[in-house]
């Protein structure tokens, strides 16, 4: 296992992910939740306001079923990529944000982003994936892995 206090809960497995996004008393389907693990979007808005423009390309990992794209766009940022290993939770979110543009959704690993090409993003965040990687069966090599990706 991973990094301390992980428990014997698989982090960075998508399997822990679908399960949890797919039960409504974890904020999953049947309960039209959303769940943001830290800070919701009024704390971070100074900060992201600082230092990213609205019209950058923002690629949001591990977005779960947070509300900070969300609330990014309804604050006028222009173009967000969402990923995250679960399909369950990039089709729930695929289908609760289908009429607004500025948002993408997409199913995909951090350790693995070859789909985009180097330089594809102006800003990159993670409010809590690097810790799930952590904690994942391939520590601390799978958070390498994912920090060599958004390096590039």
């Known amino acids: 296992m991973g990094g301390a206090d992980c428990n014997s809960t698989d982090f960075g497995a998508a399997a822990y992910w679908d399960a949890r996004y797919s039960s409504p008393s974890t904020g999953g389907k049947g309960r039209g939740g959303f769940f943001d693990w830290y800070q919701a979007y009024p704390a971070l808005r100074p900060i992201l306001r600082a230092c990213v423009p609205t019209s950058s390309r923002v690629l949001m990992l591990g977005c ?47 350790r693995d982003m070859s789909l985009f090409a180097d330089g594809s993003f102006d800003c990159v965040i993670d409010k809590g994936t690097l810790d799930a990687m952590m904690c994942g069966d391939d520590a601390p090599h799978g958070a390498s892995r994912m920090l060599a990706e958004v390096a590039r």
Request: aromatic fraction near 4%; avoid cysteine.
């Open 64 to 110: 779960g079923n947070s509300l900070l794209s969300e609330d990014m766009v309804k604050d006028g940022y222009e173009d967000i990529v969402n990923m995250d290993i679960s399909s369950v939770v990039i089709e729930q979110m695929k289908e609760k944000h289908m009429d607004v543009p500025q948002l993408t959704y997409m199913q995909m690993d951090v």
